[in-house]
């Protein structure tokens, strides 16, 4: 095993591609007059403008020109960066989700512009609109490979309109170059577009892209050429203050407060490449509330980070190691903590400082540190939670990281045992992308230190993946010692050496109703060194899935599982339930079948079902997700989550549900009411979390949050709040 490793490890560190791709470019020309932001290119300086043309077909087709061209045009001067847009369409019958600030870009018509402004091809900064003139901004990393390098929880200054006419629209945009980080007296940026036309049914990129790529990905891009270098980024100091009234009652315990909060942020440019984020007693009470979820796993649960001050340059800290079964550092630790119940509670963040960014064009640096609140009523300590990180590009976009983490709690308590005194993590990561994007992968070897420890505290793995047109291959081996630990970090759990790899071919049917359908199997193992390498966990999992030409898909799996319990385990959840004993082994077969209907219509669904055995007993699931749209104004979405689970006596069977539907209206482009409403017998909870919001200066807000949860076991009260929450952003 431990040979296979270290195969894997020297290809990926030698491995290098230089596949040669045909480039495109255009002159941004610096201009010295002012341009009024109403989405009509009206001014005569356009005229003098060169663009970005020539869009291609990405969906259906990658191999035409877009039949719906788009055109872009680019002006500079010393503060502002003017981006003019004419979008070609069908007409004017644009499928638009809402009037909210950072949209969902997939099922509605908009156009999105990637800026890779220190030429690496691993990170770009994205700003979108669509036809209503609404704005979305965001991050990508990684080189955008996929999904957990996109985010659009990033939000930054800048002003964008739109203008809708019969047969195109019109959109301009005012970016401040202090919104962007780059290299003082840089000439070029790498650059591309893509467009989602709807009418049309049609996906198109500056760039040619094929469709084995991410539309977002960050390999196939031209350049941007500065008519003369880009000055000193004078990013002014933001401060972003808050005040907050909570009134909240505590019906478990009946103990009822009232409390007023003040904190804020403060965000400072160093140099053209760094940025220090402040914060001093944070609040995040107008965060949107995590999605409930129905656990019918042994292990925790991961939840994505929704909190602005961890967003910025979030990759830097939250890469490193593997995202499924060892990520030493997950920010969600943060501030959140366990009472003695058992219950998830906020665990109060007395401040911090953030520091991120560029070093230089090839060193990327981020220091993170944050204080914690005792509470010892939860017997939670107050702890110091440090990181730094360190990411040096090598060859043409692969990286080499080095990072230590420090959790430690600098007071004595009497519940405090002498183990959870500190933890600290320290590691090294090597993460491969080829030049053509052809390969990618990822080598880490990380050691855990904490009181008490016996040497078994090593995590390291590898992957490599391959993606072509016809085939996509991946690999991995994972390694986690039964003493490795990491309190700032997501560890699913210890003690494993895990193989994965997948095989994929993937066909391209010319003509007809499929766009593109494929064959995987995809077996994976798991064994236990501390057993002897028990085999302890094995899936074999094949399946067919395709895409249809009119954007709907279908999948069809099949799956064999064996798990191995040390531990008695309850898979219902059921409270008084007799477990299923431990030292047993089980296997179980299972069948599924998913479909998504095509989601630029008024109404669209998807709906997932499963069947079969289910450790000793049986199983029946049914995940769907229905929305419906009344454009612009309001958005409708219902998520219903069935498990039917029969085990044999003396086990317990259970029905489990989770029922969410939300409800998202936008009364203008600065006011918003959202609600959601989750029940989850599971968990015992009926959850209500309702939230105003009036935007009345740029990133400037008013919120109203009113939460309200209820047991629906008893159907009694338990926890009730509301929140007036301010902020500003103030530019100094």
């Known amino acids: ?202 996906t198109s990129t500056w760039m040619k892209i094929p469709q084995n790529q991410n539309v977002f990905g960050l390999t196939f891009m031209g350049d941007m050429i500065f008519e003369k270098p880009l000055g000193k980024s004078r990013t002014p100091l933001a401060l972003i203050p808050y005040v907050n009234a909570l009134s909240e009652k505590n019906f478990e315990s009946s103990e009822a407060n009232n409390n007023f909060k003040v904190g804020g942020d403060a965000k400072i440019s160093i140099g053209n490449s760094m940025n220090l984020d402040v914060t001093v007693n944070p609040d995040f009470s107008q965060v949107e509330v995590d999605d409930q979820i129905t656990n019918l796993t042994r292990f925790e649960v991961s939840l994505p980070e929704k909190r602005q001050f961890f967003v910025d340059n979030s990759d830097l800290f939250a890469s490193f190691g593997d995202p499924r079964d060892g990520t030493p550092f997950f920010s969600r630790r943060i501030g959140i903590a366990t009472d003695t119940a058992g219950n998830t509670i906020e665990n109060k963040i007395l401040g911090g400082v953030r520091l991120s960014g560029k070093v230089n064009s090839k060193l990327r640096l981020g220091f993170l540190n944050l204080q914690t609140a005792e509470d010892v009523d939860n017997e939670i300590p107050s702890n110091n939670n440090t990181m730094l990180a360190l990411q040096q590009q090598v060859f043409s976009r692969s990286n080499i990281g080095l990072f230590f983490i420090n959790r430690e709690s600098f007071k004595d308590y009497d519940f405090l045992s002498s183990s959870d005194k500190y933890n600290r993590v320290a590691g090294i990561d090597y993460n491969l992308i080829s030049e053509d994007n052809l390969w990618n992968g990822k080598a880490y070897l990380h050691k855990s230190f904490q009181p008490e420890g016996d040497g078994k505290d090593l995590s390291a793995g590898a992957t490599v993946e391959y993606n072509s047109r016809k085939f996509n291959l991946r690999a991995k081996g994972v390694y986690l010692g039964e003493d490795f630990r990491s309190d700032l970090g997501y560890i699913r759990r210890t003690d494993i050496v895990k193989t994965f790899t997948s095989f994929q071919r993937v066909f391209w049917p010319v003509g007809g109703f499929i766009q593109t359908h494929s064959f995987e199997f995809a077996p994976v193992f798991i064994w236990s060194p501390a057993s002897d390498y028990l085999n302890t966990d094995y899936t074999l999992r094949g399946g067919w899935e395709a895409k249809f030409r009119d954007q709907s898909e279908i999948k069809l799996g099949v799956r064999r599982d064996y798990t191995y319990l040390f531990d008695t385990f309850d898979p219902t959840g059921t409270d008084g339930a007799v477990p299923l004993p431990a030292d047993v082994g089980y296997t179980y077969n299972s069948a599924e079948l998913g479909y998504q209907s095509d989601r630029r219509k008024i109404f669209a669904f998807e709906a997932t079902s499963n069947l079969g055995q289910f450790y000793n007993g049986d199983k029946f699931s049914l995940q769907g997700r229905m929305t419906m749209r009344f454009q612009p104004k309001a958005f409708l979405s219902l998520i219903v989550n069935y498990d039917q689970i029969n085990l044999p006596e003396p086990y317990s069977s259970a029905e489990i549900w989770l029922v969410s539907p939300k409800i998202d209206i936008t009364f203008t482009k600065s006011v918003f009411w959202s609600t959601l409403i989750q029940y989850s017998n599971q968990r015992d909870n009926f959850g209500v979390n309702s939230r105003l919001q009036w935007r009345f200066a740029p990133l400037s807000d008013l919120f109203l949050v009113y939460n309200d949860n209820y047991f629906v076991s008893q159907i009694a009260p338990r926890y009730r709040s509301i929140n007036l929450k301010l902020t500003y952003w103030l530019n100094i």
């Open 1 to 202: 095993m431990h040979r296979i490793i270290y195969v894997i490890i020297f290809l990926l560190f030698t491995f290098r591609s230089f596949a040669q791709f045909p480039n495109k470019s255009f002159v941004v020309k610096h201009i010295s007059e002012s341009i009024v932001l109403d989405g009509v290119l009206d001014e005569p300086i356009w005229e003098t403008a060169e663009s970005a043309h020539g869009f291609w077909e990405y969906f259906p087709y990658d191999s035409i020109q877009a039949r719906q061209q788009s055109d872009i045009k680019m002006l500079y001067d010393d503060k502002n960066l003017y981006v003019g847009i004419r979008v070609n369409a069908e007409g004017r019958n644009y499928a638009i989700q809402t009037l909210q600030r950072d949209f969902r870009a997939g099922n509605s018509d908009n156009i999105s512009l990637l800026f890779d402004t220190f030429n690496d091809g691993n990170n770009a900064f994205l700003f979108g609109i669509n036809p209503y003139g609404v704005q979305r901004e965001g991050l990508v990393s990684g080189g955008g490979l996929d999904l957990r390098g996109f985010t659009i929880s990033w939000d930054v200054k800048w002003k964008g309109e739109s203008k809708i006419y019969d047969d195109h629209y019109t959109s301009e945009l005012i970016i401040p170059l202090t919104s962007f980080k780059f290299k003082e007296g840089v000439t070029k940026w790498r650059f591309n577009s893509y467009r989602f036309d709807t009418q049309s049914n049609e």
